[in-house]
């Protein structure tokens, strides 16, 4: 256990449901980030949340939807997803410090999601 | 953040010493080089972080010439369990940024 729990670790779902992921920390970190990993390719950024606020969105598509409520939870939620959404969907966290130096990165196990 | 480029595959034996090498020559001052090894269906973990010269941890060491424009991650004596993505990151902490992976040197540990 790494400290950043994901659940459920595994999701299958039709392309009109709806479902959500969940992510949790307990290292006190300030700032979370989803990110994607497909099969094969390296992890693409999704969305960072800095101080409860969402401080970047890398493009993604409207059918994903992500939420902040306090700086230890951090959920997408899914709607109307297409079968090329089906990846690793990783949560992170981290303890930014302004003006630099050691930001590691503290990952989840991730959540494996199909989409049928 | 600064681009870096490593090597795509390394394959090597059980008890061997191995060195990955990454490029950033766009480093800038503040940056500091950061290696993370992923294992498939995980997420990425942390491994060992550097500014300068030689860092040294339980898992690995680091090596970082005077012009900071390439690092060399060292992995004494591999074991078949070490079979996994290393990624070299290079970037400094500032609230709200993000880390961006590229895509990692496979390392394939044989017996």
């Known amino acids: 256990e790494t400290g950043v729990t994901q659940t459920p670790r595994h999701l299958v779902m039709g392309m009109t449901n709806k479902k959500s992921l969940k992510c949790e920390q307990h290292?006190?970190?300030?700032?979370m980030y989803w990110y994607k990993q497909s099969a094969k390719k390296p992890l693409e950024l999704m969305f960072v949340?800095?101080?409860?606020?969402?401080?970047e969105n890398n493009s993604v598509p409207s059918r994903f939807s992500p939420e902040c409520p306090n700086s230890s939870h951090l959920f997408l939620h899914l709607h109307t997803l297409q079968p090329e959404d089906s990846a690793l969907y990783l949560c992170?966290?981290?303890?930014?410090?302004?003006?630099?130096?050691?930001?590691?990165?503290?990952f989840g196990s991730g959540t494996r999601l199909t989409v049928v | 953040l600064a681009k870096t480029t490593q090597p795509i595959s390394m394959d090597s034996y059980e008890g061997q010493e191995v060195n990955i090498t990454c490029s950033h020559n766009?480093?800038?001052?503040?940056?500091?080089i950061t290696w993370y090894q992923q294992f498939p269906s995980q997420g990425p973990r942390f491994i060992i972080q550097g500014y300068k010269t030689k860092v040294t941890n339980e898992v690995a060491s680091l090596f970082i010439p005077a012009d900071r424009k390439s690092s060399t991650l060292s992995l004494p004596r591999v074991s078949l369990s070490d079979t996994a993505v290393y990624y070299c990151?290079?970037?400094?902490?500032?609230?709200?940024?993000?880390?961006?992976f590229g895509k990692g040197t496979t390392l394939s540990v044989s017996s």
């Open positions: 949340y800095s101080l409860e606020e969402r401080v």
């Open positions: 990151l290079v970037g400094k902490g500032q609230a709200g940024t993000a880390l961006i």
């Open positions: 766009n480093i800038a001052t503040n940056d500091y």
């Open positions: 290292l006190g970190h300030n700032a």
């Open positions: 992170a966290s981290s303890q930014d410090r302004a003006g630099g130096r050691l930001y590691g990165y503290t």
